[in-house]
């Protein structure tokens, strides 16, 4: 197995790795210390099925189902990830976390890609949120070490995507501002603009103009980031609990198509 940096801290390409066969524990390991080395994992040419995809996925815990739930497969674990010129918006157009509106959210994602834009575009970029909270001053730092926020399913589910809430409404859930890496031990900011509605116990004016700067920190600071450019057969494998990505939408009217599928952490966001 090879593995090549994207950048010096977020990102690699793992080459000689066929998915499509079941993985020696040799093989696993090396892939999970890539994994929590790197946070974004990028193997190209690869010929998945769907199960095929999910048995890789499978092979890190148990698969999430998404509160959107399957439209187009029918698989409740498979999420659709499709842009055409008919979309009203594409998921994930905008720097965010997966799913932490859920109180356990998922510890990765998985999508393989199997249809490009005809001319180009459609790029992910992903950002290391362990050096987002390493830039911060000391004071900053301090401040938020002790906050907690909300994360709410409404807000890009009903907000951005104009979906029907199910019965009982879309997830909400509150995490720390600041947690932990259960893996590597390294803190991470965790806001993201996607599902972070407020900070509590500040007013809203202050959790507004703080919760402002930390997304502009995230999405102003190209350092932070890493981006992966698609082909047919790339199949990217991001850590939600230290990452955050965004869709590039820069591809209209053509056509992009992908499936996600998600594991379930074994641990809420803690400090
Ligand atoms: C997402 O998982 O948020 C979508 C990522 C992408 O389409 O590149």
């Known amino acids: 197995m090879n593995v090549t940096p994207l950048t010096p801290h977020i990102g690699a390409e793992i080459g000689d790795v066929d998915l499509s066969h079941p993985l020696d524990d040799d093989a696993l390991a090396s892939i999970h210390q890539a994994f929590l080395d790197w946070g974004v994992l990028v193997f190209r040419e690869q010929q998945l099925s769907r199960e095929q995809h999910k048995e890789f996925a499978r092979r890190f815990g148990q698969l999430h189902t998404h509160p959107l739930n399957s439209e187009g497969t029918g698989d409740p674990e498979?999420?659709?990830v499709k842009t055409t010129k008919d979309s009203a918006y594409t998921a994930g157009n905008g720097w965010h976390t997966d799913v932490t509106c859920d109180a356990f959210p998922p510890m990765g994602s998985m999508l393989y890609m199997s249809r490009?834009?005809?001319y180009g575009g459609g790029d992910t970029m992903y950002a290391d949120m362990y050096l987002a909270y390493e830039m911060l001053s000391e004071?900053?730092?301090?401040?938020l070490d002790d906050l907690v926020a909300v994360h709410d399913?409404?807000?890009p589910y009903i907000g951005a995507y104009k979906s029907t809430p199910p019965e009982g409404g879309y997830p909400k859930n509150e995490h720390p501002v600041v947690v932990t890496h259960p893996e590597t031990g390294?803190?991470?900011l965790?806001?993201?603009?996607?599902f972070t509605s407020h900070i509590k116990g500040l007013n809203p004016d202050e959790s507004k103009v703080l919760l402002g700067i930390l997304f502009d920190?995230?999405?102003t600071v190209p350092r932070l980031t890493c981006r992966v450019s698609w082909q047919p057969g790339t199949l990217t494998f991001w850590d939600n609990r230290c990452t955050?990505?965004?869709a590039i939408w820069d591809y209209y009217p053509h056509e992009r198509y992908g499936e996600r599928v998600s594991i379930v952490a074994g641990e809420r966001p803690g400090i």
Do not use: D, S, T
């Not at 004071?139 to 401040?143: G, H, R, T, V």
């Open 78 to 80: 498979v999420l659709v």
């Open 116 to 118: 490009v834009p005809g």
């Open 139 to 143: 004071a900053m730092k301090e401040l």
């Open 153 to 155: 399913g409404a807000l």
């Open 186 to 188: 390294r803190k991470v």
């Open 190 to 194: 965790y806001v993201n603009a996607g």
């Open 217 to 219: 920190h995230i999405a």
């Open 244 to 246: 955050q990505h965004h």
